[in-house]
């Protein structure tokens, strides 16, 4: 198995990797710092917040619903390493315009009439930022790295991407959103002069036109990936994967305020032991299967992810009818309960659970198709997601707005893993010698 300290020091791997971590880091910050202080500060209803958490998720999502079939054309058919540069650059005016709308926030400057949607335009364009770099983080991998370092860069990328989401969340709960604002301008600027040292990855297949119909172009793009049954298979696992990642994300915030009655820096805990968990079992799944691109144990590692999320489920309804304080309990305060490292263990290993579930199913869209089409793949990937997490936010919203509690929205997660543990051992047999099954490519 080539190592992860191996990878590390390689120029043809080392400069993505970096870009990446800005870029995840950034996202989470700039989106947690928002969602966190508008949850906290302005609105002071349940109903209300959960709704504006989903908000938030849509609003990142639909643009990858959109755009993702041009931006797969545009980075199979253009040099990758040039894209991923001009999208940098135009993340550091994406994020002026954010830490403008944080800044306003802060000074309780037409909070609700200006600062609101510009903050909320910035996400919205973040969106479309991540739409165009997504492809290409996993695409230009086959073409930078030897087949069989594929899965370890592929779990590299994640791991360093979940690291990045802990490290900008933790920023996002304990610093004050004003200094949020300038933090999000500076990495953005990082990033940029990280993205400049990516090595060239000219395309593959050349003088292929690129169709500007968004509509016709996605439909296209879908139908023509999902004819190979192992790519077709791991897209809807990785879908229903995120769809159930988007209610838990879209849950976690309201939760801890309104039924664990904690503050927004035990949020920010919940989300930095989520990207803590996923980290890790991208490097476990990655060490089980030494390289092998594999669904082997993605089936049992969902059962075990809905398991938790059903022990979560038990232990967040015992605490709610335990707890007996009616003011937020800080971080000290939330560990010092008896139930807390239940529910902390109980979230760990749903992101670990759920991390070995994923990663090897990333590596299958990158090494199942032919090395020109990757990145449209990957950005077929991302339409049917975006439309899975896009309906999860939609359900999600819709049940806080029908007055269901976000804790008994946890038991819908639950139920979506025994569906996502189907697809995994459909994708396993699909892979797997001799099975009727087999890929046809």
């Given at each position: ?29 700039y ?42 054309q ?44 510009l903050m ?69 600027v ?85 990207s803590?968990?996923?980290a890790?079992g ?11 691109v ?148």
């Amino acid at each position: 198995m080539i190592t992860s300290t191996y990878l590390l020091k390689q120029r043809r791997f080392l400069p993505l990797f970096a870009t990446q971590l800005f870029n995840a880091f950034n996202d989470n910050l700039y989106k947690n710092a928002m969602v966190l202080f508008v949850v906290y500060n302005v609105y002071n209803s349940p109903e209300a917040e959960g709704k504006f958490s989903a908000l938030a998720s849509a609003v990142f999502i639909i643009p990858f619903f959109l755009l993702s079939a041009f931006a797969g054309q545009l980075a199979d058919m253009r040099d990758k390493a040039m894209i991923i540069r001009r999208v940098k650059l135009a993340e550091i005016f994406i994020m002026m315009v954010g830490g403008i709308g944080l800044a306003m926030a802060w000074l309780d400057m037409l909070t609700e009439a200006m600062a609101i949607p510009l903050m909320l335009l910035a996400l919205f364009a973040m969106g479309i930022h991540s739409t165009f770099f997504g492809p290409i983080k996993y695409a230009i991998l086959p073409q930078h790295l030897k087949r069989e370092e594929v899965l370890s860069g592929t779990g590299l990328v994640e791991a360093g991407t979940y690291v990045a989401i802990l490290a900008g969340t933790i920023l996002a709960g304990f610093v004050e959103v004003e200094v949020a604002g300038a933090l999000v301008f500076i990495i953005a600027v990082a990033g940029y002069l990280t993205s400049r040292s990516v090595p060239s990855a000219p395309p593959l297949e050349k003088d292929t036109p690129i169709d500007y119909n968004v509509l016709r172009s996605s439909v296209a793009l879908v139908r023509n990936t999902m004819h190979r049954r192992e790519v077709f298979l791991a897209i809807l696992a990785i879908s229903f994967f995120w769809a159930i990642g988007t209610v838990l994300f879209v849950q976690f915030t309201p939760l801890v305020k309104n039924f664990l009655i904690a503050s927004k820096e035990v949020a920010s805990l919940f989300l930095v032991i989520f990207s803590v968990g996923v980290a890790i079992g991208s490097v476990a799944i990655n060490a089980l299967l030494k390289g092998e691109v594999s669904a082997r144990y993605s089936p049992v590692s969902v059962v075990v992810m809905g398991l938790f999320v059903g022990a979560f489920y038990f232990v967040c309804r015992a605490w709610g009818e335990s707890i007996t304080t009616t003011q937020l309990l800080d971080v000290g305060a939330f560990i010092a309960e008896p139930l807390a490292p239940v529910v902390l263990f109980t979230l760990l290993m749903i992101a670990i659970s759920g991390g070995m579930f994923v990663v090897p199913l990333y590596a299958f869209l990158t090494t199942k198709c032919p090395p020109s089409q990757a990145a449209r793949t990957v950005a077929a990937n991302n339409i049917v997601n975006s439309g899975a997490m896009v309906l999860g936010s939609l359900i999600a919203g819709a049940l806080s707005a029908i007055g269901v509690r976000v804790v008994e929205q946890l038991l819908l997660s639950a139920v979506m893993c025994v569906v996502a543990a189907w697809l995994g051992w459909l994708l396993y047999k699909a892979e797997t010698p001799g099975s009727h099954t087999a890929s046809a490519e």
